[in-house]
């Protein structure tokens, strides 16, 4: 039996691509379609992966930063023999239960690297990828860790800002086995795309520092010679692929209207008649089929080789805990459990954002594979510990990126780094910035994917810098997201507690909300990891039953300790709850939480926040002292004092309540 053409092959993903929107009345096959030479070539000659293992650590990372063109990566996972992708779940694709959703999914189906749908995200995701190779290479040697990251990105996401931010960084960073195809078709969904941009794309990119290639994107040489080129780059490639959206469905050809589900029936018998297919909807004939798998099989000799050679390395142990496991050391914590004894006993007041870089110093030599950063606001995020280095070209053994003024691609390479897995990435920004980076920071908490944010500056607190520097509504925002820990601290002890819940949360992301000012230490025990809790009672009324409760987080608990102080002296039996994590308290079993959250007649909270969210702890009828609205620029004692966050005040309307 001949093997059949790569073209007959491309049209297998044409076909398939058709088929399964046609079946599911939604989707996209006008990019499969057009993008199906280039993923052919690509898979069957470049991309390096073994179908039998979709969790191989050195594979290629192929990220489809285009989702919407999911049939395009649900063909191949299915021709080239992934498992979980059978032509049943093609049958069912975006229906209920099956393994191929709208957009691709991870976690969901092996095979998907990353959730992508959001344009331009898959691509500043793909350049976290691309530097987590680069540092376990350095780590641990290029026999071991030696892939590249492929991206399909279209018109669309190279239009969004993130796309900027990607771009740049990567080519700052010299990650040279970063390749992006570009879906060169001058269409997007409301036209051709000169109707909202005449940019040049490769001129961007080579103004960037890119090495920057055009070619046909359906001459199938052509593209190879391409690929060839890119793999011997010493910068990031970009390949303009020239195509024609849904490219063989005959007038839809070009068509931008043919984005989406949108070709009917006759257009399709017309299509598969003009590529000669003759097989009916979702069979794929043998020889194509067999020539499709065998492209799945072409890298299980280099795996193989791969997995002899790891486990005649010195480092296996190493690679297969921190790489292969994700997990942590047997000694994380020993030196953040000695810090945190320190603390208990030393009472420091500080910054919640010097006590997390505090907590750092402990953990980063503890756990090598920390990598830590920031949107250029180290000194203000305490993100950098001692002994980091910066991570760069060209040995990229340093654990400390300088991201540069990019929040958004700063989240969305810290995902690309969690999910190439064999290391753990935080890095912070002002918490007012958290909606810079908020649509990576919501893809990491659907992927189930462990992150850290660092978010310092979280209040009014920061002062001087004023109401746009001041975040009021974003810990309620974060806090609206699901699988996210929002963590608030309110000393060295807390901080370093949370420090730790962050890093075993492997399937949810964190954020650390911390202050720039000072704030009284209110833990003096270590011990039990009270954070963990969610919230836990930080000091019992004295004097009798409880009249009053104060909850607060953060900087407001050193507020709330000192409001029961005078609410005490004036013979007001009061409790303080410290509620560092909304989420974790949240998980308690229900008798815990109606015990934190009590029975006194007056609950008050206070946040130097919104009220959203607090309800669950205070009632409808509780009282809050916090935010209202946006915040000023002044000193902050005095912003505390004119929007009435004060001990005082929240004594007062205790008494009033009462
Ligand atoms: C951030 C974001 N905005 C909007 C969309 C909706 N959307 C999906 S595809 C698309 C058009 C993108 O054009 P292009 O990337 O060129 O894809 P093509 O039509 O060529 O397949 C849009 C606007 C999205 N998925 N993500
Ligand atoms: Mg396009």
């Known amino acids: ?280 909807k979702f069979v794929i004939p043998e020889d194509i089929g067999a020539a499709w798998k065998k492209v799945g099989r072409r890298g299980g000799k280099l795996r193989r080789a791969w997995a002899e050679r790891l486990k005649g390395s010195a480092q296996a142990a190493e690679f297969d805990r921190a790489v292969v496991k994700n997990a942590l050391p047997d000694n994380a914590f020993t030196a953040l459990d000695a810090h945190i004894a320190k603390m208990a006993a030393d009472k420091v007041a500080n910054a919640t954002r010097v006590h997390s870089g505090a907590a750092l110093e402990a953990l980063v030599p503890s756990i090598p594979e920390m990598i830590g950063g920031s949107a250029d606001l180290t000194g203000s995020n305490n993100t950098r510990t001692k002994g980091m280095t910066a991570f760069d070209a060209p040995d990229y053994a340093g654990q400390y990126v300088h991201y540069g003024v990019r929040e958004f691609g700063m989240a969305a390479a810290m995902n690309g780094m969690a999910l190439h897995g064999g290391v753990i990435p935080y890095s912070g920004t002002f918490m007012a910035f958290a909606d810079y980076s908020r649509p990576a920071i919501r893809l990491g908490a659907l992927m189930g994917i462990r992150v850290v944010h660092v978010m310092t500056h979280d209040s009014i607190g920061l002062g001087e810098d004023g109401p746009t520097h001041q975040p009021v509504e974003h810990l309620a925002s974060l806090r609206a997201m699901p699988n996210l820990n929002v963590f608030r601290p309110a000393d060295a002890v807390e901080a370093a507690e949370c420090w730790r819940l962050a890093l075993e949360a492997k399937t949810t992301p964190s954020i650390m909300a911390l202050s720039r000012q000072k704030t009284p230490a209110v833990r003096f025990e270590a011990g039990e990891n009270l954070s963990a809790k969610g919230a836990y009672e930080l000091r019992a009324a004295e004097g009798g039953l409880a009249r009053a409760t104060i909850f607060a987080t953060g900087t407001e608990v050193g507020i709330a300790v000192a409001a029961r102080d005078l609410l005490q002296a004036e013979g007001v039996p009061t409790r303080v709850v410290s509620v560092p994590c909304f989420e974790l308290f949240e998980t308690q079993k229900p008798a815990y939480q109606k015990a934190i959250i009590g029975a006194a ?38 912003l505390y004092k004119q929007f009435g966050i004060t001990a005082e005040a929240v004594a007062q309307a205790v008494k009033a309540k009462l």
């Open 601 to 638: 007649p007056v609950r008050i909270a206070v946040e130097a926040a919104v009220r959203q969210g607090w309800d669950r702890f205070i009632g409808t009828d509780g009282l809050f002292v916090g935010m209202h609205g946006f915040g000023a620029s002044a000193p902050y004692e005095e």
């Open 1 to 280: 039996m001949p093997s059949p053409s790569p073209v007959v092959m491309a049209d297998a993903i044409r076909v398939l691509s058709m088929d399964a929107v046609h079946h599911a009345k939604s989707g996209h096959q006008g990019m499969p379609m057009g993008m199906a030479d280039v993923a052919t070539v690509l898979w069957s000659k470049f991309l390096k992966f073994d179908a039998s293992k979709p969790d191989w650590a050195d594979r290629d990372r192929f990220v489809l930063s285009a989702g919407h063109g999911s049939m395009l990566l649900y063909s191949l996972l299915h021709l080239t023999g992934f498992k979980a992708v059978t032509m049943q779940e093609i049958e069912h694709f975006r229906q209920w239960g099956s393994k191929t959703p709208g957009h691709p999914e991870y976690g969901h189906t092996p095979g998907v690297e990353t959730t992508t749908g959001p344009l331009g995200q898959g691509l500043a995701t793909a350049v976290g990828m691309a530097m987590a190779e680069r540092h376990l290479a350095a780590r641990f040697g290029d026999e071991l860790v030696d892939h590249r990251t492929w991206v399909i990105a279209g018109d669309g996401c190279l239009m969004e800002g993130v796309s900027h931010e990607a771009i740049s960084l990567a080519a700052r960073l010299k990650l040279n086995k970063l390749c992006v195809l570009f879906d060169d078709n001058d269409t997007t969904i409301d036209g051709e795309a000169t109707i909202a941009e005449t940019g040049d794309q490769q001129a961007r990119f080579k103004a960037a520092g890119w090495a920057v290639k055009q070619v046909d994107g359906h001459d199938h040489a052509k593209i190879a010679a391409a690929l060839r080129w890119a793999v011997k780059q010493d910068r990031p490639t970009m390949i303009a692929c020239k195509t024609l959206i849904s490219k063989g469905a005959g007038p839809k050809e070009g068509d931008h209207h043919s984005h989406g589900y949108s070709l009917f029936d006759k257009e399709i018998a017309d299509a598969r008649a003009a590529m000669g297919w003759t097989a009916p």
